[in-house]
């Protein structure tokens, strides 16, 4: 298998300490391409830098919904500036967190939409984060393809929608990306999801350090050699060859980023 983790946080303390120990296991697993995603300016420098080391690494910058109150125009111009760099392959996360609400909402839908005027002006595709927040998302993305013009690709991260949810995803033209939670017993949901989205729409990754997937939910800190476990699960799921699947996805995460 030869996979890529399409959403990871290298550079977060749990990950970051023993890095290179990290990407030699991920390596050894068939997980040798990784998106190091930012989400708060400090992040979103580190990730740049981080992925500056490893050939096969890139970066995501944007500003999480949870650190959306912050935001000033200020904010804005260092992100498009940082996303100049040849390593920045996608604008986010960004996106909508009704779950938590650690932002006020209208922060995170003006720092939202000013991500997505970003990617517009950068050719980037966008990496949205949407937590209980699904119609609004859509309504956010409708308007400003509406207004503005196309995006070059939205992927939703971590999905755990509906099928239907699913469905209207992709009658977008979006994409969908599946952690590790797809594996676990409460996620039948995610999983009727899963079922009906196809190879050449689909992503995988751990969204590490955060949630490891079955049979390893034990391992506290999730990292991108476990993303293994999600790939093949997804693959019986979808009663396809290992490798076909590994393949397939593979070939759409290097499509939708442009990676080489
Ligand atoms: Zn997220
Ligand atoms: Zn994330």
């Known amino acids: ?13 749990q990950l970051a300490w023993e890095i290179d120990e990290v990407v030699e296991r991920s390596v050894a697993a068939g997980v040798a391409g990784w998106i190091t995603v930012g989400t708060d300016p400090e992040h979103n420098l580190k990730a740049v830098e981080l992925a500056g080391r490893f050939d096969n690494m890139f970066a995501g910058v944007g500003i999480h919904p949870h650190d959306a109150r912050d935001v000033t125009a200020e904010t804005m111009v260092k992100l498009k500036e940082l996303a100049r760099n040849e390593k920045v392959v996608a604008i986010g996360e960004t996106g909508l967190d009704f779950h938590y609400d650690f932002s006020p ?8 939409e000013a991500q997505l005027e970003i990617a517009r002006q950068m050719n980037l595709p966008v990496i ?7 119609d609004e998302t ?3 993305l ?3 393809i509406g207004l503005k013009g196309t995006l070059k690709g939205v992927v939703f991260h971590c999905f755990g929608g509906s099928e239907h949810q699913a469905r209207i995803v992709l009658d977008h033209g979006f994409y969908i990306s599946f952690t590790g939670v797809v594996t676990f017993k409460n996620a039948e949901k995610a999983r009727q999801a ?23 939910r034990k391992q506290k800190i999730n990292e991108p050699a476990l993303m293994v476990h999600t790939a093949r699960f997804l693959a019986g799921l979808k009663e396809m060859d290992e490798n076909d699947f590994a393949r397939a996805v593979t070939a759409t995460s290097k499509s939708f980023f442009g990676l080489p």
Do not use: N, W
Request: glycine share 2%; hydrophobic share 40%; net charge negative.
């Open 128 to 134: 949205i984060h949407s937590r209980e927040a699904f």
């Open 1 to 13: 298998m030869e996979l890529i983790d399409t959403h990871c946080h290298l550079t977060f303390e």
């Open 138 to 140: 859509i309504d956010i």
């Open 105 to 112: 909402r209208q922060d995170q839908r003006r720092v939202f």
């Open 142 to 144: 409708e308007q400003f």
């Open 194 to 216: 899963a079922k009906i989205v196809p190879a050449d729409r689909l992503m995988l990754e751990t969204d590490g350090p955060y949630m490891s997937p079955a049979p390893m």
